[in-house]
């Protein structure tokens, strides 16, 4: 063993996969004199799966750790810069991606090579000891030991895993030739869609080979009778399913099984002197790239800082703090791609340049600004089937609701700014909504306008329950229709529910007053937060009744005010969504109980403001299409809520999620809502206004060319900047109708000059 403050010099790997192996590299080249010992319970070349797929940039740390290596490994590489998607016979093609792969076998072996030149002492069809063991033993121990990680399993404890498993089989196979490029093909089967991922991963005279994967949902794998002990049959059989892709030819397998997906997140890396890479640590989705890839960046990551830092749990910490963000990031990425493939079912009838958009861009990080660089020609083609006019961005093609017509997908956020008095909107409210009408987004919300005053959420919420506030809501609509024309303006009516008579955001979110409370109602008799917030009353017969008249009523001076739009506010917890979560509606009512009665209450409200709203104006409703609790609205039951408010004459749903119980846990990221939103417009071909975290004008144009959205509606990037939507049109030269710039400010419309960068150029050279 090491004295304390030295690097350490007894180190075992448990695993001899790519990730275990490099590790072990690495660290043997940076001290020669370190006794390094891996374990391997398989023989040298036993491997499963195919081809692996690794990044330039992957590959560029590499050539800078180990230029051996990296040698070997260009020498066998396969490259390519084509994705093919082939569906319902049509074939799209996109460049420009670069792809390097080699077999898993051959880099196995290259990664055999360099640890034996080393001197690794490497010990196959040899089960390790444990970590525990080990750590009595040894400096360090290296659990490279796989998705199924032993070591992960015995300290759980410590590293509190969670390893989630997901919706669909799949299957690695191969077959023996090249392809020229990734290709994704999809098939509607008679059991249900399947879809298959292939690559080349080596080239030669005799034909080269290809990775295969098959994937389809559980229910379609048992329905096409793959479930059999022996996978053989379904082998032959997916040939069959894909011999356009394999030009007839069969698939072989390596012991291939079908397999499900598990997500593996751990809270902790490392223990002690013991610390997970690769697989144990975390997982990512075959479908966005490779796991190899991550372990082989973990073990670059994990060498670089035993080397940069003094102690080893100094260095056993930076490593998890240098890598924790870049694999959560592929970790969301990966799972945005799970998502999609899980849902392939609703996308199959998209146009065929948008359904290979929607593919690319699945993960969001491949966008619509970056894939036009990549290829401009195929996005200028998925343009021009999405119906964007000639050189416009999708964000300012226009978009027709009823009798009205957006200029843009553009859409200001409903945002509470808490800065009321009595309810009645005052001058804050005439810049607030004033200013992001003239920075050019095509709809522009109202915060959440409250109906009673026991509707409110906080004192210093807006109102629409009297002609005081009518009034003040009347002074805003007729400025933006004035100064800004062109631009819709909406408002958002709704009822705290459970969730009012609480403090100012800025004074203690959600947190009752201290005094002035006024009595609150919901769905059934449950605070907010127990022992918090106040008991409601559940509303009886009576009291639903007077509340759906303060709906009305607000709807009635809504429209005499002259808004545009008028969206429902069924959404993060308040009144009406309150009777939507099962969460929060514990009736025995006709009110309660399945979905279909909890819809009801919403629903007779919504039918009561549709008859009186006047026929050429939209309305739209805002959901939370999941309440990111056990128990609660599930992504299954959004659909169903939109569906029913679609039947009933809804135009649009605006597609939140959460808010709704304050044990939620979201999953935060950008963009993480639009999945709700997507699945709810491609399951019924209705419009959806996607939210959450959209915050580049890139997010918007390709959520909108891939079908995802048909409008995008930011908050925060609206409070950073007023005139975010005209900045983004300036920023991608359009200067068309889709965003005009009010004539007083026609002067700002380019960006102002700046300070030279640029130093003078030499004029001679001197040998």
């Known amino acids: 063993m090491t004295a304390p403050g030295a690097g350490p010099h007894r180190i075992a790997v448990i695993g001899g996969g790519p990730g275990g192996l490099y590790a072990a590299a690495l660290l043997k080249r940076l001290g020669p004199d370190r006794e390094i010992t891996l374990w391997e319970r398989n023989a040298p070349d036993d491997t499963f799966g195919f081809g692996v797929v690794l990044s330039d940039e992957t590959l560029g740390g590499i050539e800078h750790a180990d230029p051996v290596v990296h040698r070997a490994l260009q020498r066998e590489f396969v490259r390519w810069d084509g ?69 992960r399993e015995a300290h759980a404890e410590h590293f509190r895993p969670r390893v989630t498993g997901h919706r669909c089989r799949y299957i690695w196979l191969a077959a023996d030739f090249a392809l020229d490029a990734f290709r994704f093909e999809i098939a509607e089967t008679a059991y249900g869609v399947m879809q298959l991922h292939a690559y080349p991963f080596s080239r030669s005279p005799e034909g080269g080979a290809s990775t295969v994967i098959v994937e389809m949902r559980e229910e379609v794998w048992r329905a096409a009778g793959f479930d059999v002990p022996d996978p053989a049959e379904s082998v032959d059989q997916c040939a069959k399913i894909f011999a ?84 959560e990031s592929t970790q969301r990425a990966a799972a945005a791609s799970l998502r999609w493939f899980e849902e392939l079912g609703t996308y199959v009838d998209q146009p065929p340049r948008q359904f290979a958009f929607n593919l690319l861009t699945r993960s969001r990080r491949v966008t619509h600004d970056n894939l036009r660089l990549r290829d401009p020609a195929f996005t200028s083609g998925v343009e021009e089937e999405f119906g964007c006019p000639p050189a416009t961005p999708p964000m300012f093609t226009p978009l027709p609701l009823r009798g009205l017509e957006l200029r843009n997908r553009v859409v200001v956020s409903p945002m509470d700014m808490y800065s009321a008095a009595d309810g009645v909107p005052g001058d804050f409210h005439l810049v607030h909504l004033g200013a992001r009408a003239l920075g050019g987004a095509g709809l522009v919300m109202t915060e959440m306008v409250c109906v009673s005053p026991e509707g409110r959420i906080t004192p210093g919420c807006t109102g629409l329950y009297t002609d005081e506030q009518a ?60 022992g918090v917030n106040q008991v409601p009353h559940a509303l009886d017969r009576a009291g639903l009744d007077e509340v759906r008249e303060q709906f009305a009523a607000a709807a009635r001076r809504a429209d005499a005010c002259g808004f545009d739009l008028l969206e429902l506010h069924c959404a993060h917890g308040y009144l009406l969504s309150g009777f939507l979560s099962p969460l929060t509606n514990h009736r025995t009512d006709a009110y309660g109980g399945p979905l279909a009665h909890r819809l009801r209450f919403p629903l007779e409200v919504f039918d009561t403001l549709r008859a009186l709203w006047p026929d050429d104006r939209p309305m739209t409703v805002r959901i939370s299409a999941t309440d990111w609790a056990e128990g609660g609205t599930t992504a299954e039951d959004a659909v169903e809520i939109a569906r029913a408010f679609v039947a009933h004459g809804a135009d649009a ?23 709700y939103a997507d699945r709810i417009r491609n399951t019924l071909c209705v419009p959806v206004i996607a939210v959450g975290a959209i915050s580049s004008w890139d997010d918007v144009n390709s959520l909108l060319l891939a079908g995802r959205a048909d409008l995008c509606a930011l908050a925060r990037p609206h ?49």
């Open 244 to 327: 356009n892709a394999l030009g007839h030819r069969p698939l072989r397998s390596n012991n291939s099984a079908w397999l499900t997906f598990r997500t593996v997140v751990n809270e902790r890396w490392s223990h002690g002197s013991t610390v997970l890479i690769g697989d144990a640590a975390h997982t990512a989705h075959f479908s966005i790239g490779s796991g190899t890839k991550l372990a082989v960046e973990d073990a670059l990551a994990l060498a670089a800082c035993i080397e940069e830092q003094p102690t080893l749990p100094a260095a056993l910490a930076a490593y998890e703090s240098e890598r924790r963000p870049v694999v």
């Open 719 to 767: 409070l950073y900047d007023p005139h975010w939507t005209l900045h983004a049109a300036a920023e991608q030269g359009y200067t068309g109708p889709g965003a005009p710039w009010p004539l007083p400010y026609r002067a700002g419309s380019r960006t102002p000059p700046t300070g030279r960068t640029d130093a003078p150029k030499p004029r001679l050279t001197l040998g």
């Open 653 to 675: 749903i605006d597609v939140s999620t959460g808010q709704v119980v304050p044990g939620e846990r979201p999953e935060y990221g950008r963009s993480y809502q639009t999945p």
């Open 83 to 151: 994705i093919d998607i082939v569906h319902r016979g049509h074939t799209q093609t996109s460049g420009g991606h670069g792809f390097a792969a080699l077999g898993r076998r051959r880099l196995l072996e290259i990664l055999h090579e360099r640890c034996a030149g080393l001197g690794v002492d490497l010990r196959f069809r040899t089960r390790a000891p444990s970590a525990a063991e080990l750590a009595a033993t040894h400096d360090l121990v290296i659990a490279a030991d796989g998705v199924h990680s032993t070591t």
């Open 471 to 530: 009034a003040a809501w009347t002074r805003v609509t007729d400025f933006v229709h004035s100064a800004s024309p062109g631009t819709a303006i909406g408002v958002q009516l709704g009822h705290s529910g459970r969730k009012g008579s609480t403090k100012l955001m800025w004074e203690g979110i959600d947190q009752p007053l201290d005094d002035g409370n006024w009595p609150v109602t919901a769905a059934s008799p449950l605070p907010y937060a127990p």
